[in-house]
Nanobody, 121 residues
Framework: QMQFVESGGGSVQPGGSLRLTCVAS????????IGWFRQAPGKEREGVSC????????WYSGSVKGRFTISRDDVKNMVWLQMNNLKLEDTATYYC??????????????WGQGTQVTVSS
């Protein structure tokens, strides 16, 4: 079964940076596109970024493009999200999962606990 463990969240001021880390297990990591999703209180979960398994093509949501960078290591089964110039609206719990662009292909019961990112002044 797919398993994901996210870490690296925290509290930062607007304009700050964080680097999120995800360690995946239980499946052939290098067969899948892997991405980051987030859910803010009272809002639906949304796709943030997704990186493919083959040529490493990357998708970013319009709200984070130019500020966030996704990367992956298929040997370590890890994916990272470098978040720069954080904004108040980036506050959310962040999760990693398999993806197709902004959508996920990970079963709901395989999602991790996520990591909390809070941006406040």
């Amino acid at each position: 079964q797919m398993q994901f463990v996210e870490s690296g969240g925290g509290s930062v001021q607007p304009g700050g940076s964080l680097r999120l880390t995800c360690v995946a297990s239980g499946f052939n990591f290098d067969y899948y596109a892997i991405g980051w999703f987030r859910q803010a209180p009272g809002k639906e979960r949304e796709g943030v970024s997704c990186v493919t398994k083959s040529d490493g093509s990357k998708w970013y949501s319009g709200s984070v493009k130019g500020r966030f960078t996704i990367s992956r290591d298929d040997v370590k089964n890890m994916v990272w999200l470098q978040m720069n110039n954080l904004k108040l609206e980036d506050t959310a719990t962040y999760y990693c999962a398999t993806c197709i662009g902004p959508e996920t292909t990970t079963p709901e019961d395989s999602w991790g606990q996520g990591t909390q990112v809070t941006v406040s002044s």
